[in-house]
């Protein structure tokens, strides 16, 4: 636990001391961001807060990794060569994503280019041997074919990539989000311990903190503001896929489903990913392109159920965090199907109580 704290330290400091030069520098080279109709800010805003998020990852872990390699070779050599393939499949992943963001962040890219890279990624965490290879029973469904498991991996990849970036719509949302469910992979780690998974998951919990203080809170110089981007939020996404896998990956030594953790974790991506698919079938019964941008995500609907964008990102937390109390619950007595079911009931009554807001604002305008 004290690696944990040393590199969760490290990473919180970096990152601190990063985030004013990308704004400083984003603001000489006229690296902006510009209000548009379907946009929530009002200001030129940086979409380069996330470019310090897989730089400082990497440093922090490769030194850390060898200092400890270095003061207890025979507690921890072993350990990281045993790990190494897992995690430089992983790594070449997020190499790929972080890329791709920054990319887009500067020059734009499509989303058949995007989606493309997503696959890949995919390929690297099922190549890692994180593929899923069970659903514990999820609707009758317990072991899956190898066969079966790289195209569902490459999709559960990229659906979980994509929630992730298109939940960043308002300040603080994607990365308090993200800082739940890290929390969460860290707790699963010290459970079960595994040195580069908890060194991993402490260090993107350094990161992103102090980015979702500067996100939400800090002052900007001039009136610009400071956005993760897709930089930052496709490389978070693919961490937060990447630990949602290895907790649902069945290796012969632990299950686990059958501990809950595995209904847990999702429990932490309630909000994006059943968001997704809510806009989705909003989009596809309106006719419109089903990857064409739009204000129709949950955070878009509570602005104009008349919260403010703190407001907003305050209760969308708090339901998440809503969920994986209850999942933590109920997975002492129930089986994953009832308790996925039960998460779909408060959804839709979540959604039934803010209609009605809605609705009562639209009457009384």
């Given at each position: 636990m004290i690696y944990a704290l040393i590199i969760f330290i490290l990473s919180f400091l970096l990152t601190v001391l990063s985030l004013p030069q990308i704004l400083l520098v984003s603001y000489q080279k006229k690296l902006f961001d510009q209000p548009e109709a379907r946009k929530v800010h009002r200001t030129p805003?940086?979409?380069l807060g996330g470019s310090c998020f897989v730089p400082v990852l990497f440093f922090s872990?490769?030194?850390?990794?060898?200092?400890?390699?270095?003061?207890?070779?025979?507690a921890y050599l072993q350990t990281y060569t045993e790990s190494l393939s897992c995690i430089t499949f992983f790594?070449?992943?997020?190499?790929?994503?972080y890329i791709m963001g920054l990319m887009d962040d500067l020059i734009g890219l499509g989303?058949?280019?995007?989606f493309l890279v997503q696959i890949l990624g995919g390929l690297m965490l099922w190549l890692a041997g994180v593929g899923i290879n069970s659903l514990g029973g999820l609707f009758g469904v317990?072991?899956?074919p190898y066969t079966v498991s790289l195209p569902l991996t490459l999709l559960f990849v990229v659906y979980i990539t994509n929630a992730i970036n298109l939940i960043d719509g308002i300040d603080g949302l994607a990365s308090g989000l993200g800082v739940l469910a890290l929390a969460l992979f860290v707790i699963f780690s010290v459970q079960h311990f595994h040195l580069l998974n908890l060194l991993l998951f402490s260090s993107m919990l350094g990161i992103l903190l102090p980015f979702w203080y500067?996100?939400?809170?800090?002052?900007?110089?001039?009136?610009?503001?400071?956005?993760?981007?897709d930089g930052g939020s496709l490389s978070l996404g693919y961490v937060l896929a990447y630990?949602?896998?290895?907790f649902m990956h069945k290796s012969p030594d632990y299950d686990p489903w059958s501990s809950g953790q595995s209904m847990v974790g999702l429990a932490a991506f309630v909000v994006p990913c059943f968001d997704i698919?809510?806009?989705m079938l909003v989009r596809a019964r309106s006719g419109k392109g089903l990857f064409l941008p739009d204000r129709n995500h949950i955070h878009h609907k509570m602005l104009r159920a008349g919260f403010s964008s703190l407001q907003t990102m305050y209760l969308l937390v708090l339901l998440s965090l809503s969920f994986i109390l209850l999942n933590a619950g109920l997975v002492l007595y129930w089986q994953p199907t009832w308790i996925f079911l039960t998460d779909m009931a408060v959804w839709c009554l979540f959604h039934l109580l803010l209609n009605r807001r809605l609705n009562t604002r639209k009457t009384k305008l």
């Open positions: 805003s940086s979409r872990i490769s030194l850390l990794g060898a200092v400890i390699i270095k003061l207890e070779p025979d790594a070449s992943g997020l190499i790929l994503m989303y058949k280019r995007k317990t072991d899956i500067y996100n939400v809170y800090r002052r900007r110089r001039r009136n610009f503001k400071l956005f993760m981007g630990g949602l896998l290895i698919v809510r806009v």
